[in-house]
């Protein structure tokens, strides 16, 4: 009892309650305690637990109705944090509002301000009862009153408040068991409360590191607003976010809301922000905290609706100043809070900093690029172009076909000798065109035999023929979306060349044995060292499958029609062997070079390749390649020149012979103009009319040079 009367101080002693409007039921009060001490054992929030302690209270000693407030950390403010049997209309006001322990004179305020409870029978007539109070009264209509403190020790946390709609007296007895009752679960409430705090900072640290880390591998600005506004909202556990930007050179304003993000020119929002916190927190370089009856009260949330903000500056480099704000309808940033969300504004900062850096970097950097793809790209015409070296104009021309080429899905054939590249130029096209990420498929007709060729190429179903086991998919579905090199095309089956045909023309396939018809998205290279044209004359080739893969004829140029790029080639696999057999030879002797040149090359780079490649290994090359290195038969090749062959048949060998010029010079002119005439007309087949167009001299003119070349040739011979 003496107890009581202490902790009630402010009044002498409890009225004595004639009438009992409710009745405690003493044991039921000390069971709930009990139940709800072991609610400690499970995790619940603080909010659970408030809960469950005002249902005991209220019911289990008859009141009507009930709200539990507790202190904020700065121990200034009380806030709502449960109600019982209140409206809706009534529980928003209660939970939107709260009371600022200076400004605010109430019931509530004095009782969590001195830690005495107050029992108070008449609310309406009690002399205590203050202007705010009567305001408060008068909306929840109250009878009678009990006011407890929660209290750890002399520390208050919290207030408990109970009514009864009818007024009556509290007893002593009731006093003594509402203030036990309030002590015991002060306790619980604190406990809860800390485990709740731990939980929510491990929460907060949580998003934090995964925020940082999000931060630092990016350098989007786009992705760093959405990172920040993201995990700002979880860590405040707020309802609406905003990043405002100033940039302060130009005077524009970029606006994020984490749905769009826009520059504010014609000031969208800019009068608004002017009397949120936003200029504040801008103004004064601190974090700011708006709260409905607290601080920053005067200002306009920026968001309506959502009165409770806070506001933290954030400065990119000098140029830049921003702010990010939050909202939320109700509730408080704690303190907790508030530090976690400054080091993720902190290190959002610097990502954006860096992001600025980068962006910057990058424009230089693309301005730099075209200038070095542009030296690249002469480079590339001067000695070659994805493997292909070559500066010789024929081969220029060829880049350029290639670069044209690649970008459309047209079917191009490619002719040459052997040797000169074609696969090298297919895979060029393949990997210079938008299919570059996809396979590149090479076949070569002549290496496979008709029929096996068709199912490589079209694939078959199980069972479509003997050793058909499995299903197979052909090439052409295996190629999908990239390129199929067709080599040695003229090596294919006229049957197969007529069901190539089908399917370039309808675009389908059909495996062997299938039914489906199976779209073909692919693009064809075709290559072959045989003269199509002549085929087609011939008959071997179908006519209306050449001019189909003929679209874009690339015609490659034998070696010897390559002027300087033989030297640059041999050059090159000069270089290539060096490292590959780790020698250091230098390059070729004038005289080497001379018969290199003069050899015809008919296996043209694929034969020059080999024949460096076996001067490097097998010969005793010194710093330099000399004739001595240079393999038997092409030096002997090489030494047919035309002039070489012209010195043999000279009668004029030694100093006692003596020749009559003008009958000599007669002869061998006489051989020469004899050689090209037998020639044209042996391909023209005999046809004298047709060797004159090839000479480019009349029938009459041809018949007449005959006769003479007949003449000289009899007294040559
Ligand atoms: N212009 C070039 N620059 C560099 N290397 C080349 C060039 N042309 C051909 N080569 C090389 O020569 C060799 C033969 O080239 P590729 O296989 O492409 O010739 P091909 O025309 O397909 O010959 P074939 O008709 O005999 O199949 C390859 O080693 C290739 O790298
Ligand atoms: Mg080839």
Same mark, same amino acid.
């Given at each position: ?26 044991? &039921? ?5 009990? $139940?709800? /001490? %072991? *609610? ?6 603080? =909010? #659970?637990?408030? +809960? ?82 009567? &305001? ?5 209509? $109250?009878? /009678? %009153? *009990? ?6 020790? =002399? #520390?208050?946390? +919290? ?559």
């Amino acid at each position: 009892m003496s107890r009581i009367i202490e902790q009630g101080g402010t009044i002498p002693a409890p009225p004595v309650r004639t009438s009992s409007a409710f009745s405690i039921d003493k044991d &039921k009060l000390i069971r709930g305690i009990y $139940r709800i /001490s %072991t *609610f400690l054992t499970a995790p619940s929030s603080v =909010e #659970d637990i408030l +809960g469950k302690i005002l249902d005991e209270v209220v019911d289990s000693m008859g009141f009507d109705r009930g709200i539990i407030l507790l202190l904020d950390e700065a121990r200034e403010n009380l806030y709502t944090r449960v109600v019982k049997n209140y409206s809706e209309e009534e529980a928003r006001r209660a939970f939107s509002v709260h009371l600022n322990l200076k400004k605010h004179d109430s019931f509530e305020t004095r009782v969590a301000k001195t830690g005495h409870y107050i029992a108070l029978e008449d609310s309406e007539t009690d002399p205590r009862t203050t202007e705010t109070d009567r &305001k408060i009264s008068a909306f929840y209509k $109250r009878g /009678s %009153t *009990f006011y407890a403190p929660l209290k750890i020790e =002399e #520390d208050v946390i +919290g207030i408990i408040a109970v009514w009864t709609k009818e007024k009556s007296r509290f007893s002593p007895d009731e006093i003594e068991i509402l203030l036990t009752f309030a002590n015991q679960v002060s306790i619980i409430i604190h406990i809860t409360r800390l485990f709740e705090i731990n939980r929510e900072k491990i929460d907060q640290l949580l998003i934090l590191q995964e925020a940082v880390s999000g931060l630092n591998s990016t350098y989007s600005i786009e992705r760093i607003h959405e990172i920040l506004i993201r995990s700002a909202l979880r860590i405040a556990k707020a309802e609406k976010a905003l990043i405002y930007f100033l940039d302060i050179e130009k005077n524009r304003v970029f606006i994020n809301d984490g749905e769009r993000g826009f520059i504010d020119d014609r000031n969208e929002y800019g009068d608004r922000v002017g009397r949120t916190i936003i200029r504040r927190a801008m103004d004064s370089d601190a974090i700011t905290v708006r709260q409905p009856g607290g601080e920053e009260d005067d200002a306009v949330p920026l968001y309506e609706g959502y009165p409770c903000e806070v506001a933290i500056p954030l400065k990119v480099k000098d140029r830049f100043k921003g702010v990010l704000l939050l909202g939320m309808r109700a509730g408080v940033y704690s303190r907790d809070q508030i530090n976690v969300l400054d080091i993720l504004v902190n290190n959002a900062a610097t990502s954006y900093d860096s992001a600025i850096m980068h962006s910057m970097l990058s424009i230089e950097a693309k301005s730099l690029k075209t200038e070095v793809e542009k030296l690249k790209e002469r480079e590339d015409f001067l000695l070659g172009f994805h493997n292909i070296l070559g500066k010789s104009k024929k081969m220029v021309g060829i880049f350029h076909v290639i670069e044209e080429v690649a970008k459309h899905d047209t079917n191009i054939l490619i002719q040459g000798e052997s040797g000169t590249g074609k696969e090298l130029v297919s895979r060029a096209i393949h990997r210079q065109s938008q299919r570059h990420e996809k396979r590149f498929v090479d076949v070569n007709c002549a290496a496979i035999p008709g029929t096996l060729l068709e199912s490589e190429l079209f694939g078959y179903e199980a069972g479509a023929f003997t050793d058909a086991r499995k299903r197979k998919i052909g090439l052409l579905e295996y190629a999908s979306g990239g390129t199929l090199f067709l080599d040695e095309i003229g090596d294919m089956s006229l049957p197969l060349q007529a069901k190539f045909l089908r399917m370039l023309e309808d675009g389908y396939i059909r495996r062997l044995g299938g039914n489906e018809s199976i779209p073909v998205d692919v693009r064809f290279i075709f290559a072959t060292n045989r003269d199509l044209s002549k085929m087609v004359a011939e008959g071997s080739f179908r006519e209306d499958l050449f001019y189909r893969i003929s679209v874009v004829p690339i015609i490659l140029p034998p070696l010897r029609e390559r002027g300087d790029d033989l030297l640059l080639l041999a050059r090159n696999y000069l270089e290539e062997f060096n490292r590959k057999f780790n020698k250091k030879v230098k390059g070729f002797t004038k005289e080497a070079e001379e018969i290199l040149r003069r050899y015809s090359w008919p296996g043209n780079v694929r034969e020059l390749k080999n024949i460096i490649e076996r001067i490097m290994i097998l010969r005793d090359v010194g710093r330099f390649i000399t004739p001595e290195n240079i393999p038997a038969e092409i030096k002997a090749s090489a030494a047919q020149d035309p002039v070489v062959q012209l010195d043999e048949l000279l009668p004029l060998t030694s100093a006692s012979d003596r020749i009559d010029y003008k009958q000599a010079v007669d002869r061998l002119t006489g051989k020469i103009k004899g050689r090209i005439l037998s020639r044209a007309l042996q391909l023209s087949g005999g046809n004298k009319t047709k060797a004159a167009r090839l000479l480019n001299i009349s029938r009459y003119a041809l018949i007449r040079e005959l006769k003479k070349a007949g003449k000289e040739a009899e007294t040559v011979t």
